[in-house]
């Protein structure tokens, strides 16, 4: 009896457990079905389908002419799905699978069509769903795969799996490089206008519906489109000039090979504008060539040397301290401050000479004299007057990286009241970067109004204009006009009479500017290695300033280490070559006919392109008639056009003209035009005049 009801009471216990446990899972599928069931259903949806990010193509960056900078080329990635519907059949895969295996083979030419085949087939025998064709394939390929077998029709089309990808190119690849910048996730601080502007040129990113398939892969839902689709950035009007940069870094790069320096810049900016239309920076690498990879015109922030010297002498000057006809003693070229620094000239032939004179031979001595017998019991008013130049603040630039700038005074720790004013007359014991240099010399070219420089002029969305920018005016006066009349002489007489006049100076073009031979620290050796940065700052043409420029060249190795011979040839050579391609500050002299007084006559062509080029040309053109000068026209200032006239549906006389200008009119006359030979037109097959149907052929022969 007692083993019966043991057994009985174990069988019970084990059916009980086995109950209990069935209670359990029935309450927990309840609990999960309908209590939790919102949050898990969720979860599922987010495991097998998610929306996804759709890039959108970044805005184009475009020079101040309209060329293309920096642009987005769509590439894309091609997938099949090999259980697609229209496929699903084996006797239509296998009908057109060695097809599109020879097609894709013949496009791409990495595999051969057996290879293509065999890779196919094995994809449709594992049931893949999204086997990958081909990366980085472009829009042309595209439409050519689109008629490849299997692709082409309709019911089968969607098997192809196209992902769109966006590369950015640019298309003048080095030139403006770092300007331009990139966008990067992985860069905290964003680079150039790619990174400043990215707000505008990113664009919003389109959604896509994807789903997850086995191996982990996501693959779209829908074939066809994007469910959201992606809106495409704005463009960006750069004020960068495509020639102008060019030649600025042609001229950069030549010299800092010849002088084996470490780096170098050069900055082109518009004086009245301040748009800037050119700006190289170039680093030695350790192979010894010079790539792109920091802005030091924005971003390096160091001594100046002898370029400074103009704020010391505006300063002087504007506080009636002094007149460039005052005499300084230059001692020689050498000079020991009492307590203080001793200071050098690279001449050591300087004694007595006129401030201007002093200002032209870049005399360190005479300077530092200067202002520490003028402000060492007052520096704060030598200080106060350089602080209201601005060139203690950023210029708040379009561009992120600008370097701080660092004008010392006496609340500073680093003070030194026998060392600090005569060194900062010359160009040390501050922090200035080569940008900031510029506009200050920029402001005395445009008549003493201080701008900052941009590098960004419009922005557009499909075409419209959505915002412009214009410089901003920092001051409207950095001196009185007495003082700015005196500077700019005493610049001009640093490329007449002074450091500059062997290199800068020459006969078609005033110059006005100022060299700088700076020695530089080299971490924490300071100065004891003797490495040098040279630069010249200034504008041209002197008399009616368009450009200027600044051009800095650090710790040339090789030959001199002087301003004028290191920076001085690049400022010539960039601004020789401006001055040739800019047709409203090189204006033609007259032209002149030896042995006749009447000007060639010019039949009319393509008027509007005729007027361009005479405007360019600075040639008068007068509208008569051919016999104007018969008929009492005065002819001898200008070139009178001949009018070709002609009634509608007749021939015009085209004879005479070059070809450009008889294809023009004949074409608006509307026949078509066979042309032999070349030069101008000699004869035409129908005479002018004649009546013919518009759409019948005209021959013109041309010798």
């Keep these: 009896m007692k083993i019966r009801t043991n057994i009985l009471l174990r069988v019970y216990i084990a059916f009980g457990l086995i109950l209990f446990f069935a209670f359990a899972v029935v309450v927990q599928l309840c609990r999960v079905q309908f209590v939790q069931g919102a949050k898990w259903r969720a979860k599922a949806v987010n495991m097998s389908a998610q929306f996804r990010d759709v890039e959108a193509a970044r805005g184009n960056i475009f020079s101040e002419d309209g060329s293309l900078l920096a642009t987005s080329v769509p590439e894309y990635e091609l997938h099949m799905d090999m259980l697609a519907g229209g496929i699903a059949a084996d006797s239509v895969f296998n009908d057109n699978v060695d097809i599109l295996a020879a097609n894709l083979s013949k496009m791409f030419g990495d595999r051969t069509p057996r290879e293509y085949s065999r890779v196919l087939r094995d994809a449709r025998k594992d049931g893949s769903r999204y086997q990958l064709l081909r990366r980085r394939v472009t829009y042309q390929e595209l439409k050519k795969i689109r008629e490849f077998a299997i692709f082409k029709s309709r019911k089968t089309k969607n098997c192809l799996i196209v992902l769109q990808q966006n590369r950015r190119i640019l298309p003048f690849h080095s030139l403006a490089a770092r300007t331009i910048g990139y966008k990067n996730e992985n860069v905290k601080n964003p680079v150039g206008l790619e990174g400043a502007y990215s707000s505008y040129i990113n664009g919003e990113n389109g959604r896509r519906l994807m789903q997850r398939i086995p191996g982990g892969t996501w693959m779209p839902v829908n074939n066809d489109e ?62 010894g060539l010079y790539q792109e990879k920091m802005n030091y015109a924005i971003s390096n ?21 002094l007149d460039t006809s005052t005499v300084v003693n230059a001692e020689g070229g050498k000079y020991k401050f009492p307590k203080g620094p001793t200071i050098t000239d690279t001449e050591h032939d300087n004694y007595e000479m006129s401030v201007k004179r002093a200002f032209e031979e870049s005399s360190n001595v005479a300077a530092a004299k200067l202002v520490y017998s003028n402000y060492k019991d007052n520096p704060w008013q030598f200080i106060n007057k350089l602080y209201s130049y601005h060139l203690n603040e950023k210029l708040g630039l379009q561009i992120q990286g600008e370097g701080r700038p660092v004008i010392k005074n006496p609340s500073n720790r680093s003070w030194n009241k026998y060392y600090t004013l005569p060194e900062m007359a010359y160009g040390y014991e501050m922090n200035i970067t080569p940008l900031q240099m510029l506009t200050f010399y920029n402001s005395v070219a445009n008549n003493g109004k201080m701008i900052a420089p941009i590098f960004v002029r419009e922005i557009r969305r499909m075409g419209n204009t959505i915002e412009q920018f214009k410089a901003r005016v920092i001051t409207d006066n950095v001196c009185s006009d007495v003082t700015l009349g005196k500077v700019k002489g005493m610049l001009e007489g640093v490329v007449l009479n002074g450091t500059g006049k062997n290199v800068i100076k020459n006969k078609l073009y005033s110059v006005a500017g100022k060299t700088g031979t700076a020695q530089v620290a080299d971490g924490t050796k300071g100065y004891k290695m003797k490495r040098y940065q040279a630069s010249f700052c200034g504008y041209f043409p002197a008399d009616r300033p368009k450009y200027s420029m600044i051009v800095v060249i650090n710790n040339p190795t090789r030959g001199s280490y002087l301003a004028a011979k290191v920076a001085g040839p690049v400022f010539r050579q960039v601004a020789d070559m401006v001055y040739a391609n800019d047709m409203e500050i090189n204006q033609p002299a007259p032209v002149r006919f030896v042995g006749n007084t009447s000007m060639p006559k010019v ?101």
Excluded: W
């Design 226 to 287: 994007d469910e959201i689709a992606a809106k495409d950035g704005a463009d960006i009007i750069s004020t960068i000039n495509v020639n102008f940069q060019e030649i600025a870094q042609a001229a950069l790069l030549r010299q800092l090979d010849s002088s084996a320096a470490d780096h170098g810049c050069v900055v082109l900016m518009e004086v009245a504008t301040g748009e800037v239309r050119a700006i190289a920076n170039f680093t030695r690498s350790k192979d």
């Design 301 to 321: 922030a160091i001594d100046p040397g002898s370029t400074f010297k103009l704020a010391s002498y505006m300063t002087l000057l504007d506080q009636h301290k």
């Design 603 to 703: 039949k009319q062509g393509n008027l509007k392109a005729l007027k361009h080029v005479y405007s360019k040309l600075g040639v008068k053109p007068l509208y008569a008639s051919a016999n104007a000068a018969n008929n009492g026209v005065d002819t001898s200032n200008g070139i009178p056009f001949e009018e070709v006239r002609f009634k509608e549906g007749t021939v015009p006389a085209v004879t005479g003209m070059g070809l450009s200008d008889a294809l023009y009119v004949l074409g608006n006359a509307g026949y078509k035009v066979t042309v032999r030979g070349s030069g101008m037109v000699t004869t035409q097959s129908v005479t002018g005049g004649s009546l013919i149907p518009k759409g019948s052929r005209i021959t013109i022969e041309l010798q």
